[in-house]
């Protein structure tokens, strides 16, 4: 027997798990690697590009190469790496980039033809036509990638969660938990994350996170931690989530993250076979597990001799120590000084030998297991990501962290604790078999051909090699690389320079990222406080931004066009109600409040009376128009200020600008009430007889405000018109506003009336020419453009007014507001061309069937448009294949001289 | 030159990959150039490869201060395609596409350009309007687009979450199929290698410190490597404008932002588009490596500490997995950010400046990779005639005081609302 | 994400917050037209610090001063705006 096993005794194996459709079984406490170790799998994997056999290199978050998927169906998790994986009972993994097995994969061809392969080749091949590059492509992608991605959706949640604290220390190995006790002796709150499932030792008094990673440090002490509450694949708790994101604010962090252990390059330094000197120990002493029965040990430095005797004791035996430096500690396992390993060989792949230079000649060593030690490259990536310097360290050859920019420290391993080395430059003699960066099969001749091309500088090495950008970003490749590099160029490593160590630390899920909000959570949902009652109708629901808005009220199968069309009819013949609720609202008061009207609006307001109200519009500080809307005068200090639901938000910072920065001396409080109130809108030529009933009041005339009782509920009525109808805009408080609407829809449907939804408005609206912000207010549009200057305050003061006065805003061929007829369906956002094939001269912004009659109107925005009525064009929609011939009016279509809303 | 071609290669593969010359030179600067443009970026080195190439103009220098392609070249989520909805945005991106569909035979580097499409979602009526207002005028401008119903845009990415029940329903789609994604890197590579050939000096870690000038006129510029005459300098340096503006007492209307990509683990290929969304601004696509690239909304305040706010990833993140539930299990493996320059109108800046002989190529805002050949090309025209071509002209630099913007997302001058 | 010290509500996260502009771009409005424009459009934009005016929207919804750092993002002072 020879490889991998497990020592004999200890607890019994009682998880099962299955492997390529290979059930093992497994102790609890196993890592996915340990257990396939401890049943003598050697082979897990297969590489990136060369598709090379490969084994298990390291013990830790660090291993390259045994990646495996895990879980089955939605639980599928491509990639995870067989270290960091506890082995639960029922696990299942595969191994991954093979076809059709793991023991003979097709792919490994790609090996073969290595010498044709090199780094960037496909720079300099594939040419002709795009077209001609997809086809390679096709297969090149196919031929990419590792795992497969699951297809079934996610059946697991995920969920965030903020905390604070004055310590976060980040390891629990000897010094995380050295440093963690120091604080909580200190009366400070700490937070301890370990990667693993259990400390080092024992700490009481602080919150400790296990199987929970460090993935990224941001500004200002802003820590992001991805916690596992099941492992890859496994099944949640019910009501628990899989998964937590833990956003941590910290006053100070301490950073024990330890080191990573450095492969050796030589050729076949990637057999299974080959692992590193400390993941040796780590498996004899975490799992029982002894990886090789015959071991040869390769190393530049003390620590490995650690190993030897781990071996020993275990039973295994240490057939050579190969010491690269003159001299070693004392010991008595046969040590080689000056000694390095030049390759490996096996059979099926296994370690039978190793060949290695030992002074001036070479040796063959028999060997099942090869414990590599390249030294130690201290964990700095949070240190890096926080901002912090690093600071070579030429008896470790290592980077080391330096001054931080904020409270991070780092203590123990981290900091540069680690044995030293001997620096030494390998010479290679077969560089296209020595691999750096295991996962990515980025050799050191890949390095050479990069260098010699002159990609030189260490990001344009990586990116041109890809050494560094697989799954384990480089952890145990990117010393190695610098080292060589730095031989190369002749340079130090610090003068080789150092790539740049980005979050996360190790990779993280998007369902993690996401939290909470994957899914059917991506954004809030608004819902309008008479939801209930409309629900109650069935309507055809709209998204409005996060809002959503009824369509239409279809009677049984009526389509929406049918429903809209019978609505719209109503309003103009009986009468209609449509919730108006998200509209923005502002209530404005104090004795400042025109004035203060005066700055936001661009039209007049100080010589509003009371009790009435008018249209008006804002301007952006560039003089475009922002939103519109109406604002009336209430009492003789209080307004309301009304604007559009997809502007609301915007408005409200607008105003709070306006007030607070622009205008501050102004007596005036600005309310935004947009979810406070419920507005209805009552249209229609009943309308006024309606509300009359209903409130047992006279209803004002146009633009005039009442305040009266419906159904018990007071509201606020507003003689506003929208569609071209005698209306008025009720408003109640929200939660009151049930019962106002119940009766409002009572006495309209017993007058003949519908309620009607935003199909229906568009249609009175666009009949009735009202622009729409969005639409025709597109935020392109002046007023002078939508053909509201002769509304613009002349005094000016307002905001937008000198945006306003740059020369261009002024030419003739600006795209203006018109109107547009034809006798056949008008595509709304057409283009206006003379005919086929001649230039976009203008856009269709809003189109619709007459309420009442036939054929269509528009509104449009159309080059110097205001001088062109009675023009005849083309609206042409080529992605719909739809046209329609149009004249170019004004922009109403009804009731033009205004009479019916005022009646 | 050694030119690169599949019987190069082979031959190479035969002897070791030994033989192949280096990319680029490494020249110490000239005393003077004929034309100096600060910023090897891929912007930069397109423009001094078009002078070079199409003007005849050999005198010219590339200074970068880091290693070429460093900044927003090899930072962004490498999607190209030309469906703005605003004519001078869409001519000059259309201009760029049609370059981009021969550039690797031009370059004689394959820069993997790879049209596989550039996918509008639509979630909504209003949004298919959006959509056809957009697709109509860029085909009446003969640029392609096509609307794409609820099943043509499942068959095309079966893995998107078609339930009506949906956060963000799929109503459809507007596809542009010339659009599509390259290898970033290998523009900024390409372009450098094709344009040393023509005798361009390609001189990186050369740091701009300052402006030679003569009685308001740039003469040359101060470099960590000593003083460099020039004819016309143009600066090229999108992200960091508003500094090397400064050192010619100039203020731009231009503010620095973080703008993040992230990319996944490679997984075998699951996504064959590129997919934006009319509602959401998230995007995804799969490179030919395997790794799922995303990106969402800049970071909406002024920042070069090219570090973004997890919160946006994590925007992205969940609002990928609502397009997408597929991706919940996927990991990120990698993220990154970009100092964008964001301009006051989301448009480019392709123009003189108020200072004789200086001039700007800068505001790309976040959509400047797809640009990068037209950008070489008119800036090019610019720097060798001291007249916008024709395409560059409406993005001249003194637009925003004479009210000519060009406002795509119609929200005006404030870069944290685009 | 940067931790800013409100004024009002003592240390908030910064997606509280808005950043609006500059404070040398607050166009008052007895401005001249031409002055106007050009402060609407010229930005120092630099590496270094700068004066901004934030919003804490999701909070006090006070404006605020921030002397930051736009490369470190060290917030050197933060103070109720006052025109």
Redesign the interface.
């Known amino acids: 027997m020879s490889g991998p096993s497990r020592i004999p005794g200890g607890a019994e194996s009682t998880l099962r798990f299955r492997f390529d459709g290979v059930e093992y079984r497994a102790r609890p406490g196993d890592t996915l690697a340990a257990a396939l170790l401890a049943n003598g799998v050697g082979r897990v994997a297969r590489s990136f590009k060369y598709h090379r056999p490969r084994g298990v290199m390291a013990a830790g978050v660090e291993e390259p190469n045994a990646l495996v998927t895990v879980g089955v169906g939605g639980r599928t998790e491509p990639n995870t790496r067989a270290t960091d994986l506890y082995v639960y009972d029922g696990l299942v993994a595969v191994s991954q980039n093979r076809w059709p097995s793991l023991a003979f994969d097709l792919g490994a061809i790609n090996g073969i033809a290595a010498p044709f392969l090199a780094a960037g080749f496909y720079y300099k091949t594939f040419f002709g036509p795009a077209s001609r590059w997809m086809l390679y492509e096709k297969f090149i992608r196919r031929a990419a990638g590792m795992g497969k991605a699951p297809t079934a959706p996610d059946p697991d949640a995920y969920e965030h969660r903020a905390a604070f604290c004055d310590v976060l220390v980040v390891g629990g190995g000897a010094a995380g938990i050295a440093a963690a006790r120091k604080a909580v002796a200190a009366g400070e709150r700490v937070i301890l994350v370990e990667q693993q499932r259990a400390l080092s030792g024992s700490i009481e008094g602080v919150r400790m996170l296990t199987r929970t990673t460090a993935s990224g440090l941001w500004d200002h002490g802003f820590a992001t931690l991805a916690e596992r509450l099941v492992e890859p694949g496994q099944t949640p708790t019910p009501g628990q989530p899989a998964q937590r994101l833990w956003h941590v604010r910290a006053t100070r962090i301490v950073l024990a993250t330890g080191a990573i252990e450095r492969p050796l390059t030589f050729a076949g330094n990637d057999r299974p076979g080959v692992m590193l000197s400390q993941a040796v120990r780590s498996y004899i002493a975490r799992f029982d597990v002894l990886p090789g029965e015959r071991v040869v040990i390769a190393t530049n430095n003390d620590d490995a001799y650690a190993t030897a005797d781990a071996i020993a004791a275990a039973g295994g035996e240490v057939v050579a120590i190969l010491d690269s430096r003159a001299s070693g500690p004392a010991t008595h396992f046969p040590v080689f000084t000056d000694a390095v390993p030049l390759s490996t060989s096996g059979q099926t792949h296994h370690l039978a030998s190793v060949k290695a230079r030992v002074g001036a000649g070479t040796r063959r060593f028999d060997a099942d297991l090869l414990a590599v030690s390249g030294g130690f490259t201290p964990v700095v990536h949070l240190h890096s990501q926080a901002g912090g310097k690093l600071d070579w360290r030429e008896d470790l050859q290592a980077f080391v962290p330096g001054a931080s920019p904020q409270a991070v420290s780092s203590v123990g391993a981290a900091a540069g604790e680690v044995p030293a080395i001997a620096a030494t430059v390998a010479v290679l003699p077969d560089p296209k078999h020595s691999f750096i960066d295991f996962q990515n099969d980025v050799t050191a001749s890949d390095l050479d051909l990069a260098w010699a091309e002159g990609y030189r500088s260490v990001e344009h090495l990586k990116r041109y090699t890809t050494l560094g950008m697989a799954t384990d970003q480089g952890k145990t490749s990117n010393m190695a690389a610098l080292a060589h590099l730095a031989s190369v160029a002749g340079v130090t490593i610090p003068q080789a320079g150092l790539t740049t160590f980005r979050p996360p630390f190790t990779p993280l899920t998007l369902g993690a990222l996401a939290g909470a909000d994957g899914g059917g959570h991506a954004a809030p949902a608004r819902r309008i406080a008479l939801y209930d009652r409309h629900q109650r109708l069935n309507p055809l629901w709209q998204p409005l931004g996060l809002w959503h808005r009824p369509r239409a009220y279809p009677i049984g199968d009526e389509t929406l066009h049918a429903a809209a069309l019978r609505e719209a009819r109503a309003v103009r013949t009986t009468a209609g109600i449509v919730d108006v609720s998200t509209l923005a609202k502002f209530a404005v008061t104090g004795p400042d409040a025109a004035a203060f009207l005066e700055i936001v609006c661009a039209t007049g307001v100080a010589k509003l009376a009371v009790g009435r109200g008018r249209y008006t519009f804002m301007l952006r500080e560039d003089g475009m128009v922002m939103d519109d809307g109406t604002v009336w005068r209430i009492a003789e200090t209080r307004y309301l200020l009304t604007s559009s639901t997809g502007g609301a938000d915007r408005m409200e910072a607008h105003l709070s600008y306006a007030h607070h920065v622009l205008a501050p001396q102004l007596k005036v409080s600005v309310v935004a009430q947009q979810e406070h109130f419920a507005g209805i809108a009552l249209a229609g030529p009943l309308s006024r007889e309606i509300l009359a009933a209903l409130t047992g009041t006279e209803m004002p005339a146009h633009m005039g405000v009442a305040q009266a009782a419906i159904a018990g509920v007071p509201v606020l009525i507003l003689a506003a018109s929208y569609s071209g109808e005698r209306a008025f805009e009720i408003y109640a408080e929200g939660h009151l506003a049930g019962p106002v609407w119940d009766a409002l829809e009572v006495a309209t449907r017993a007058a003949g009336g519908y309620p009607y939804g935003l199909e229906a408005l568009e249609f009175l609206r666009i009949e009735k020419g009202h622009i729409v912000i969005g639409a025709e207010g597109d935020g392109r549009t002046t007023p002078h453009d939508l053909s509201l200057e002769k509304m613009l305050r002349k005094a000016g003061g307002f905001i937008g007014a000198s945006g306003l006065t740059r020369p261009a805003l002024a030419a003739a061929d600006r795209a203006q507001l018109v109107g547009l007829t034809s006798d056949t369906p008008i595509p709304e956002g057409a283009m206006l061309i003379a005919h086929d094939g001649a230039p976009v001269e203008g856009h269709v912004t809003s189109a619709a069937g007459r309420v009442i009659g036939t054929g269509a109107v528009a509104l449009g925005l159309l080059g110097g448009g205001r001088a062109r009525l009675g023009d005849v064009l083309l609206a042409s929609s080529p992605t719909r294949g739809q046209s329609a011939r149009v004249t170019v009016t004004a922009p109403v279509f009804y009731d033009v001289e205004g009479t019916r809303y005022r009646e | 030159m050694k030119r690169y071609s599949a019987l190069a290669l082979l031959k190479a593969g035969l002897t070791g990959q030994r033989g192949w010359d280096r990319a680029w030179r490494d020249p110490e600067p000239k005393k003077s150039y004929d034309v100096i443009i600060i910023g090897g970026g891929g912007h930069g080195l397109s423009t001094a490869y078009y002078l070079a190439k199409v003007h005849g103009i050999r005198n010219i220098a590339v200074l970068e201060k880091g290693w070429i392609g460093g900044g927003n070249t090899g930072r962004n989520t490498t999607i190209v395609r030309s469906n703005y909805r605003q004519k001078p945005l869409h001519d000059l991106f259309d201009f760029a596409l049609n370059l981009w569909e021969g550039m690797s035979d031009e370059l004689n580097y394959n820069v993997m350009f790879s049209p596989r499409g550039a996918l509008f979602l639509g979630h909504s009526d209003s949004d298919m309007t959006m959509l056809a207002q957009r697709g109509d005028a860029l085909r009446c401008d003969g640029i392609d687009a096509e609307l794409l119903s609820r099943d043509q845009v499942q068959k095309l990415i079966p893995l998107l979450d078609m339930s009506a029940s949906a956060r963000f329903p799929i109503h459809g789609g507007m596809t542009q199929r010339r659009g599509g994604t390259a290898r970033h890197d290998a523009v900024a590579w390409g372009y450098a290698r094709a344009a040393d050939a023509l005798g361009v000096d390609v001189i990186q870690k050369c740091e701009v410190t300052g402006f030679t000038m003569d009685g308001g006129r740039v003469t040359g510029v101060e470099t960590n490597r000593g003083s460099i005459g020039a004819g016309r300098v143009g600066i090229c340096v999108a992200g960091n404008s508003g500094p090397v503006a400064a050192m010619a007492g100039l203020k731009l209307p231009i503010e620095a932002q973080t703008l993040q990509a992230f990319v996944t683990e490679p997984i075998k290929p699951m996504i064959d588009t590129v997919i934006m969304s009319q509602s959401l601004h998230c995007y995804i696509s799969q490179s030919d490596k395997g790794g799922i690239v995303l990106g969402g909304d800049p970071d909406q305040f002024p920042s070069y500490a090219q570090r973004g706010l997890p919160a946006r990833i994590e925007k992205a993140a969940a609002e990928a997995i609502a397009l997408v539930p597929a991706l919940s299990r996927l990991r990120m493996v990698r993220c990154w950010s970009g100092t964008t320059d964001m301009s006051f109108d989301g448009s480019p800046i392709i123009s003189g400046l108020p200072v004789d002989n200086l001039y700007l190529n800068g505001g790309w805002c976040y959509g400047g990779f797809k640009a990068t050949p037209a950008s070489g090309w008119c800036y090019a025209h610019l720097l060798a005639t001291g007249a916008s071509h024709a395409l560059a002209a409406p993005f001249a630099f003194d637009r925003f005081a004479r009210g000519a913007t060009i406002d795509e997302a119609g929200v005006g001058f404030m870069p944290q609302l685009r | 994400?940067?931790?800013i010290d409100c004024p009002y509500c003592g240390p908030r996260?910064?997606?509280e917050f808005?950043?609006?502009?500059?404070l040398d771009s607050?166009?008052?409005?007895d401005?001249?037209?031409e002055e106007?424009?050009?402060r609407?459009?010229?930005?120092?934009?630099?590496?270094g610090l700068?004066d901004?005016?934030w919003?804490h929207?999701f909070g006090c919804?006070?404006?605020l001063v921030l002397r930051r750092h736009?490369?470190?993002?060290?917030i050197v002072s933060i103070t109720e705006?006052?025109?």
């Open positions: 994400m940067m931790q996260a910064q997606v808005a950043y609006e502009r500059t607050i166009v008052t409005l401005m001249p037209a106007a424009v050009s609407l459009y010229a930005r120092a934009n630099p590496r700068d901004e005016l919003r929207s919804r006070q404006w736009r490369v470190s993002h060290a705006y006052a025109p």
